[in-house]
């Protein structure tokens, strides 16, 4: 049948859209098309190229796509331009494009059939973990096999690696679809927009949260929980370990240890300690919010230029004004931020160099590595990989670190204070028979841990029964009213302020901490190209493998310092008002990914010239200013709203420098 009409097509499954292009490129030598159809994608590209700029046609992107769609051969991927996939679901619709590698984007909603679909990844990332895809996932992408009319069946092909067992290719295919969740959340934007609305039509937040789907499903899952409440107590009684007091004090005595021990490396962390230590070669353990990096080498350390006066908030650390350049250890993983390898797969691993906070430091080692001349070669990053490695199998009990005392010369009475109370919480743990029972008796501890797992899962089912969701979500109602009145939003009585009329109007990025710039006039001093370049920070955007080649100008600096300052005082006024809010994830979450690029494109430079300075695809990058302009063009409303016309013009003509091109 293929030699008779050519290639039936076929939908090569790949979830992350750098491999996409890598399995693309790598059938190069390849050539399933008629010189007839090389002739019409060549002809059918060209007329597509219309729509782009002259300049922007010599994107690698768009140049190097011709070639493989001439053989039959093209790429499907979130990142791709608007015009290039819209240009190979024509072609793969009229036959031209044999083989398509896409991620499963490509599955959603086209109604594009392939003879053979092969999967050359069943493992995803989701945000939070790698996981085996779920069976509706499967099913909707493993559904393009076959074409109506053309085959009496399609084929499936499964590149599986050797975790992929036959119980999980059973769940995949014959498990049951994912149950629909409510996604409810409580924003600040919710609230303040409950509050807004006229007395006479005003709903309580309450009320709109006990008529939620998330209640609802909350309510109907109450007698679930009691049965799986008294199944952990049966599971637990019947598992043979004494002790349950015992396991409780262990468990407070090892988090009162962490919470002393992190109070012990502020005061290591602090500049004029830690900096001398911090050479080329020292090796160090670093940990950025939940990414754990383990044993890296230093390259450098940087200073940000300093704030204006004025503008550190009372949360604000000397060590914030500090970052370490580090080689260590990530996954080779392209379109997300640089990752350490998941458990098993250091191996696929490779030594990269990441800029982080001084704050990521967790240990200062007390060796120092010869580095080579030039880290510019993988093979040179690679040695040093190799001499870590060693260095972690000759050191069974861990890499020695340097003595806070006697080899850095800290004396604060706080720190000794806290080493003190450190080694009296250490000597009650080893006096717990769970602390034997963990080193000495494998099996009697797994027993200890089993049992006090199963006991942990029954408290906490039991918490979900005794406070409903609308308890939990009253309590943090209370704490983000709290929130808002300490920040100027709210009055006592519940009445907005001008604050809160601002932020009712913003819907994209951070609704707290953009306002609290605006009233703060940290906008008022830059020029529309560093206004919008601040503003991306806001705007979520997939990094590039390696964390992407972005490096900031001199007069960036100090604008990515102050947003980081100002929203590190917020995150401090979040939690002091027992709000869930982590300081250092909080402020994480504002990178300067698209700051250089939306610079270079709000001051007029073509999109080609714009992207020299970053590696994202060309794709992400367009959807993040298309939601950049709109969080600008609601900062003009907000600022409309409050009377500050000055402020609004400024904010549209910000908008409007991003729709050129």
């Known amino acids: 049948d293929d030699q008779a009409q050519g290639p039936a097509p076929r939908h090569r499954v790949q979830l992350q859209p ?4 890598q399995h693309a490129v790598a059938m190069k030598e390849l050539d399933f098309n008629t010189e007839e159809e090389a002739d019409k994608a060549e002809a059918i590209f060209n007329n597509a190229l219309e729509a782009l700029e002259e300049e922007d046609r010599g994107l690698h992107t768009v140049t190097s796509f011709l070639p493989l769609l001439k053989k039959g051969v093209a790429v499907h991927h979130s990142g791709l331009l608007p015009v290039l996939k819209e240009l190979v679901e024509l072609l793969f619709q009229e036959g031209v494009v044999k083989l398509l590698f896409a991620t499963e984007t490509f599955a959603m909603g086209l109604n594009m059939p392939a003879r053979t679909v092969v999967f050359t990844a069943v493992r995803k990332w989701d945000g939070t973990e790698n996981r085996w895809m779920a069976s509706g996932e499967y099913i909707q992408m493993s559904g393009r096999a076959g074409r109506r ?3 009496d069946r399609g084929i499936v092909v499964t590149i599986a690696d ?8 059973r769940e995949m295919v014959l498990g049951k679809p994912l149950a629909l969740e409510s996604s409810f959340r409580l924003t600040y934007y919710t609230l ?5 609305r006229p007395e006479e039509e005003r709903r309580s937040t309450e009320y709109v949260i006990s008529q939620s789907f998330h209640q609802f499903q909350h309510e109907r899952r109450s007698p679930e929980l009691v049965r799986r409440i008294q199944e952990k107590e049966r599971m637990a009684a019947a598992v043979e370990a004494a002790g349950e007091a015992a396991i409780a004090e262990y468990q407070s005595l090892r988090a009162q240890v962490a919470e002393r021990e992190r109070e012990m490396l502020a005061h290591v962390l602090a500049p004029d300690v830690c900096l001398r230590f911090l050479t080329a070669g020292r090796l160090v353990r670093a940990r950025a919010a939940s990414a754990d990096f383990g044993w890296g080498v230093v390259l450098t350390t940087r200073r940000a230029e300093s704030l204006p006066e004025g503008v550190k908030p009372a949360g604000f650390r000397a060590q914030d004004a500090y970052s370490v350049v580090l080689l260590v250890l990530c996954s080779h993983r392209r379109g997300r931020a640089a990752l350490p390898p998941e ?3 250091e191996a696929k691993g ?3 160099v990441l800029q982080l906070p001084l704050a990521a430091v967790r240990a200062i080692g007390s060796l120092v590595l010869k580095l080579p001349d030039s880290l510019k070669s993988l093979d040179a990053r690679a040695s040093v990989g190799l001499m870590v490695e060693k260095l972690k199998q000759s050191y069974k009990d861990g890499l020695p670190r340097l003595d806070p005392v006697q080899d850095m010369g800290v004396s ?14 250490e000597a009650d743990l080893v006096k717990n028979p769970i602390f034997a029972a963990e080193r000495q008796n494998g099996q009697r501890y797994a027993q200890f841990q089993q049992k006090a797992e199963l006991l942990e899962q029954a408290e906490d089912l039991r918490c979900q029964l005794r406070d409903s969701e609308l308890s939990r979500f009253k309590s943090e109602l209370r704490n983000r009213s709290a929130v808002l009145r300490r920040l100027g939003f709210l009055e006592r009585d519940g009445v907005l302020t001008r604050k809160g009329l601002a932020a009712c109007e913003l819907d994209q990025g951070d609704e707290l901490l953009v306002t609290e710039l605006m009233f703060s006039n940290a906008f008022s001093g830059l020029d529309v190209p560093r206004l919008a370049a601040l503003l991306s920070c806001f705007v979520p955007c997939e990094k590039s493998e390696g964390g992407g080649k972005e490096r900031l100008r001199k007069e960036l600096e100090p604008v990515l310092e102050l947003l980081r300052a100002k929203a590190r005082e917020v995150a401090e006024v979040q939690r002091e008002n027992k709000v869930d809010v982590d300081p250092d994830e909080y402020v994480e979450q504002f990178q300067p990914t698209l700051m250089e ?4 494109w709000s001051g007029g430079c073509s999109f080609a010239t714009a992207m020299e300075c970053t590696d994202v695809f060309e794709g992400s990058v367009i959807r993040a200013v298309r939601r950049l302009d709109e969080l600008c063009s609601q900062l003009g409303a907000a600022a409309a709203k409050v009377g500050a016309t000055e402020e609004s013009a400024k904010f549209v003509e910000a908008a409007g420098s991003l729709r050129h091109g």
């Open 18 to 21: 750098a491999r996409v292009q």
């Open 192 to 196: 303040l927009n409950v509050m807004r």
């Open 597 to 600: 690029f939306v610079y270079r």
């Open 412 to 425: 604060d009475p706080a720190f000794e204070a806290a080493a003190a109370e450190a080694a009296r919480l």
């Open 149 to 151: 009319g053309k085959d």
């Open 350 to 352: 490779e030594m990269t």
């Open 343 to 345: 458990p098993g797969e």
């Open 162 to 169: 050797g975790d992929y067992t036959r119980e999980v290719c």
